[in-house]
């Protein structure tokens, strides 16, 4: 299967994924007047929605989701929850915990998540209430930072080439997807930074090489 795939910045930075979040249905973005938004909403053809969390526009690393609900940090204030309940079409769920940056703690595709041993037992059971799928809860190249370290949907996963090849063959299985080790803009590894993708699409930061963006096809399409 082919997908699209184009470099963006995002007022000036590459690192797209702080400030946007992606599924097949919708693109949550921090607001900007930029023109970026608009070639990424078009990009991966979906519902297009700007909000702060917390009055932040970290939108990307303080939420996590997919086509099952949308995870946010305590923080958020009522204004931008209820943005998000009347515009997603899926559950929305505060997640009570002292942990904020979900983003960065919870990698999720629609068949399972792998979270921080940081979050408690009750953390996690929301989580997995939320997103619907197997949840759990490990470390990935001895890290808790499981989002930031890899990016995952339905058809690939790209780790952070810290990653053991007996954890990647983990992640593959566990998320029943292909797998492979990758950078992006021009050799930062942590995935998620720079990296948004669906099923349709992919949009990198704009320092990502053409060897980067050769293995992003590689793994997601």
């Not at 007047?33 to 909403?41: M, R």
Request: aromatic content about 6%; charged content about 15%; proline content about 3%.
């Amino acid at each position: 299967m082919s997908g699209k795939i184009q470099r963006f910045d995002f007022n000036g930075s590459s690192n797209i994924g702080a400030f946007c979040r992606v599924t097949d249905q919708w693109v949550l973005h921090a607001p900007s007047n930029e023109p970026t938004i608009q070639g990424i909403s078009e990009l991966f053809e979906a519902t297009r929605i700007s909000t702060t969390i917390g009055q932040s526009t970290l939108t990307g690393i303080l939420t996590a989701g997919n086509q099952n609900g949308l995870i946010v940090p305590h923080i958020i204030v009522d204004e931008e929850l209820e943005t998000l309940q009347e515009s997603l079409g899926v559950p929305v769920t505060s997640l009570n915990s002292k942990l904020t940056a979900l983003g960065n703690l919870i990698l999720t595709n629609d068949h399972a998540a792998l979270v921080s041993t940081a979050f408690s037992k009750t953390e996690i059971t929301a989580i997995r209430d939320a997103l619907g799928v197997e949840v759990e809860a490990k470390t990935i190249a001895g890290s808790d930072l499981v989002g930031s370290y890899c990016v995952v949907t339905n058809q690939g996963l790209l780790a952070h080439t810290d990653v053991s090849e007996e954890e990647l063959e983990w992640l593959a299985s566990f998320f029943s997807v292909e797998s492979d080790f990758g950078t992006i803009n021009c050799g930062v590894p942590y995935i998620s930074i720079g990296l948004l993708v669906t099923i349709k699409a992919a949009a990198a930061g704009f320092e990502t090489t053409g060897p980067e963006l050769m293995r992003i096809t590689e793994v997601f399409f």
